[in-house]
């Protein structure tokens, strides 16, 4: 599974579960070179999901994907808020229901 089949698959559980999703897509720069045109730092996560109280911020990679550096950085930073969960999601997380029960 790709992470951007991984992500759709989340994207849709995440909708019908009531969460409020938050995704910055790429785009297509004048060069013709695919970047996501953020403002700020570097690295923010894939998916920002919010529910009632609990928040959800989650950096999404293939099976053997890595985080860089800024990646991991927004994503200990956003552990430190009460009612986060900051984290890495797998294909495998996926497979194994992790992913389902972090949702609901």
Excluded at 13 to 30: E, K, V, Y
Excluded at 41 to 48: A, E, I, M, S, V
Aim: include cysteine; hydrophobic fraction near 45%; aromatic fraction near 8%.
């Amino acid at each position: 599974m790709s992470e951007s089949e991984l992500q759709a698959w989340v994207i849709e559980l995440a909708n019908l579960l009531g969460w409020r999703i938050h995704h910055c897509r790429t785009a297509m720069n004048s060069r013709g070179r695919w970047m996501t045109p953020i403002q700020g730092d570097p690295g923010f996560c894939d998916l920002l999901l919010l529910r009632g109280e609990r928040g959800l911020a989650v950096e999404l990679k293939a099976q053997r994907g890595n985080l860089t550096a800024q990646q991991a950085d927004w994503l200990a930073a956003w552990a430190l808020i009460p009612g986060f969960l900051a984290g890495v999601w797998r294909p495998l997380d996926w497979l194994e229901g992790t992913i389902e029960r972090l949702l609901r």
